[in-house]
Structure formats: C-alpha cells, structure tokens
Nanobody, 119 residues
C-alpha cells in the first residue's frame, strides 16, 4: 500500500504562483510513476503532469506547458508541482496519484487539494 497526502493548495490571484506537494508513505519503493491530475467543477478529471519516481521522464498537458513544473525529492518521498502564471481556468481540485506498474493508469490517489485562482 502507498499513502499519498497533498498540500499547498489555496487561493491566489491570477498571475500568482503556488507549489503543491505530495508526500508518499508506505511501500514507496514500489512506485514507478507519479502523476498530477485536476478536476474543475462540472468537468471530468484531467491529467496535468507526471514524472517517473526515478526521475527524468516528465509530461505536461498542453494547457500548463511553460507554466507548471514537476519535480521529486526521493529522499523525502515527495513530488512537487510548481505552478506559475496561474489563470482562473486553473481553478480545480488537484490530486496526486502513484502507479506501481509500467502500464497506464494509477493505483493510489491522494485526497486532493483545492486551488482557486481569482481574477
């Protein structure tokens, strides 16, 4: 089992920045990939970014490229999502997820953290 806890959400003005953290515990040695997702009210959950637990390979949705940056600190078992130049359309609940397999999909999810960007 892997447990995930997100933090760092909040209210920020458009153009501002936030850094989300996702702390993993439990069988962290089994993690292959970590992902960030978001879900806005009335919309489906969408992928935002992902990173291999060992580092290197990353992915960003087109909507956040150039503004968001994903990183990880294996010593702290934590993945970060640095969000800059935030827009009102970034408002959503952000979730982190962990995959313990090479294939698609994620096995463990955090509880989510709210990000609200005001105009």
């Amino acid at each position: 089992q892997v447990q995930l806890v997100e933090s760092g959400g909040g209210l920020v003005q458009a153009g501002g920045s936030l850094r989300l953290s996702c702390a993993a515990s439990g069988r962290t040695f089994s993690i292959y990939r970590m992902g960030w997702f978001r879900q806005a009210p009335g919309k489906e959950r969408e992928p935002v970014s992902r990173i291999r637990w060992s580092g290197g390979s990353t992915y960003y949705a087109d909507s956040v490229k150039g503004r968001f940056s994903v990183s990880r600190d294996n010593a702290k078992n934590t993945v970060y999502l640095q969000m800059n130049s935030l827009k009102p359309e970034d408002t959503a609940v952000y979730y982190c997820a962990a995959s313990i397999k090479l294939g698609p999909g994620y096995d463990y999810w955090g509880q989510g953290t709210q990000v609200t960007v005001s105009t």
